[in-house]
């Protein structure tokens, strides 16, 4: 950060230059890392006095603190602009005419053990001024060059000790606010702040309940900028013990996720009022990624990129293990599986030493937040993979079908087929297939490797890490299977491995929270889009979810693969190949995923444009963060996509279209 002085700092500003610097006092810290037509401030964030004034005031520095608006800093340091005040409010306060600005008295206790001297009080009065010659100069720059500014005036205050009852979260002041005039912008706040999720708390918002709004700075904006919306806005310090100071990061965590989406709603709403220099909304947030960001995607690709979760999970003599099962009776397979090459409990410390909290722009951070977690999680799958701790990992990653699931299987179960239809036969080798695959690679325009693969338990299987789609060696498809898969595998899958590797951060190629129901929700989308799905297909998934619930609730490979022999009357082959998907690493929980995916990505694909998802191994739950992250030119959007999504066949029969409806 650069120490310049005021006048420096000014002519920066008429210059447009992008910088980030501190007073040679340190009084408070301007930073612009783009110019937008909207700033933060925290004028009353600063706990600093100087050693005279500390030798001669009354109140100690945590009592002090009581009155001082902690972490608001914090709050806003990821806006392009914002103006945060380092010297105590007890020294002078920013938010106080001149004339009243420096306390005598405070809150009932006298400020200062004598009077303060004439030089002290001109220097802290000198101090002020500037703040607001400043003040005048940026927002006069950001009036020119956009023809109106947002002010967010960021501020916290007391609840336990003022013995407040049902004070709101967040409290707007609208005393100095033209409220007609902008009166969509403040709505669109107040309405996104509202729907802020904190942990053990409930959310309210509300208007001039506590505060007011009858500070200095609204004042000062109001006399000097009539195109000036300054919205201050006071939090409750619900994000720490009002006592001691001592902060709950979980709380203040959430509180600054919301507050910079909110502002960020507010901040587009507040630009389409703008009568010219109008910005997307990409815009109105920077555009570039802090190196922070890519240091620690680095180290984290290090650590994980080589963790593939069915490269352990798969079993390497699952063709032994098929001819012992067949040729005993109630044998139990005995899966065998490939060594953890990496030290779980080193992997996890050193996923935990990454500075990912040090990540300013809280939609990266929160990304980064998430990945960790999960790779946390999932290094404890695989390390108890074979063992009887896998199953409860395996629930704790993946989790497990609910009701509604397991009704929807049912319900989809209980379907008859259509009169007339004949399964067409398998007589599609495993050998011919790849020469399939590899020509729609090639219409694709996917650079990927075909081969043949005697480890697998499903038909088809794309390795990230080596850009190849695996083939099983022994099966035999039909012409809508192979079609299907091209459409999941290769439209998919693959699509999203090569698209992942274009982006500028790792991340996307190890896997957001979330990204195996995504895969496989948007994988099965797209043979429906494609007209390569049928009932037979939907049973499929179905029984995978029954499956899964049967092995959570104790039944033996044995019984499983009986029930689904004489109950659903499903195929040797295939009864074994389901047990052996839900039974590996010592219960598989994974596969009831593909149809709730499904439900929810039919779903989301009728409501948006879902392309986002395609840039690498995404979550649904990410995709507003992901659709903004490629609109700031952050991310690259997809080079490709998968075809069923680009242009869908819409040739399935109305029947199957009933069906897919009728997921709940």
């Known amino acids: 950060m650069q120490t310049l002085s005021e006048d420096e700092i000014i002519a920066a500003i008429s210059t447009g230059e992008i910088f980030e610097a501190e007073l040679p006092d340190g009084a408070f810290v301007l930073r612009i890392r783009e110019y937008v037509p909207y700033v933060c401030s925290a004028i009353h964030a600063g706990r600093e006095l100087n050693s005279l004034l500390k030798k001669k005031c009354l109140i100690n520095e945590a009592d002090r603190l009581q009155e001082e608006d902690p972490y608001t800093d914090e709050m806003i340091d990821s806006f392009p602009i914002t103006l945060v005040a380092r010297d105590s409010r007890y020294e002078y306060d920013l938010n106080r005419p001149p004339e009243s600005c420096i306390y005598e008295s405070a809150w009932g206790h006298y400020v200062w053990k004598s009077p303060l001297t004439a030089s002290q009080r001109d220097a802290s009065l000198t101090k002020h001024a500037r703040y607001y010659r400043i003040l005048k100069a940026l927002l006069s720059a950001l009036e020119a060059r956009f023809g109106a500014v947002m002010l967010v005036d960021v501020h916290s205050y007391n609840w336990q000790t003022r013995k407040y009852k049902d004070a709101p979260v967040f409290n707007i002041g609208t005393s100095q606010v033209d409220v007609r005039r902008w009166r969509n912008t403040l709505t669109v706040i107040e309405k996104k702040l509202s729907r802020i999720s904190l942990p053990n708390l409930t959310m309210t918002v509300e208007r001039n309940t506590v505060f007011q709004g009858r500070g200095y700075q609204a004042a000062f904006v109001r006399e000097f900028f009539s195109n000036t919306l300054i919205i201050p806005l006071e939090i409750k310090k619900i994000f720490m013990d009002e006592e001691n100071g001592e902060v709950f990061p979980l709380v203040l965590e959430k509180l600054q996720e919301g507050l910079y989406l909110a502002v960020l709603e507010a901040a587009s709403a507040f630009n389409k009022t703008l009568k010219r220099a109008k910005l997307k909304q990409a815009d109105l947030l920077p555009s570039n990624i802090e190196p922070l960001v890519f240091k620690v995607d680095k180290a984290l690709n ?135 695959f590899e ?101 499929q998934l179905s029984l995978r979810v029954l499956a899964v619930e049967m092995m959570i609730n104790g039944m033996s490979f044995h019984g499983v693969y009986n029930h689904l022999r004489e109950d659903y009357d499903v195929s040797i082959d295939e009864a074994f190949s389901l047990c052996t998907r839900v039974f590996r690493g010592g219960g598989f929980t994974k596969d009831y995923l593909y149809l709730s995916g499904f439900r929810d990505l039919v779903a989301l694909y009728r409501k948006q444009d879902i392309s986002a998802l395609l840039i690498g191994k995404t979550g649904a739950q990410f995709l507003d963060t992901l659709n903004s992250l490629i609109e700031r030119d952050i991310l690259q959007p997809p080079q490709h996509l998968s075809p069923a999504i680009a242009s869908p066949a819409k040739v399935n029969s109305p029947v199957l279209d009933y069906l897919v409806s009728a997921i709940k």
């Open 302 to 436: 290090r650590l994980a990129k080589n963790i593939e979760t069915l490269h352990y999970v798969n079993p390497i003599n699952i063709q032994q293990e098929k001819r012992k099962f067949l040729s005993q009776f109630k044998y139990s397979p005995d899966f065998r599986y490939r060594q953890l090459r990496l030290d779980p409990y080193s992997f996890r410390e050193q996923l935990y030493k990454l500075p990912v909290s040090q990540i300013t722009d809280p939609s990266i951070r929160s990304l980064y937040r998430a990945v960790v977690d999960s790779y946390a999680t999932k290094v404890e799958l695989l390390a108890n993979v074979g063992t009887p701790h896998f199953l409860y990992n395996s629930l704790r990653y993946y989790g497990e079908p609910s009701q509604t699931d397991i009704d929807n299987a049912r319900f989809i179960l209980h379907a008859c087929e259509l009169p007339g239809y004949e399964e067409p036969p398998h007589d599609i080798s495993a050998e011919e297939a790849v020469s399939i």
């Open 439 to 539: 020509k729609a690679a090639k219409d694709y325009q996917l650079d990927c490797r075909v081969i043949l693969s005697t480890r697998l338990v499903a038909k088809a299987m794309v390795d990230n890490s080596r850009k190849t789609l695996l083939i099983n060696r022994n099966v035999r498809l039909n012409k809508l299977e192979l079609d299907a898969l091209i459409q999941h595998e290769l439209g998919v899958h693959m699509v999203t491995t090569v698209n992942a590797i274009a982006q500028p951060l790792h991340i996307f190629k190890l896997g957001l929270p979330g990204n195996t129901y995504t895969q496989e929700g948007l994988a099965i989308l797209c043979e429906y889009l494609s007209g390569n799905i049928n009932l037979q297909r939907l049973k």
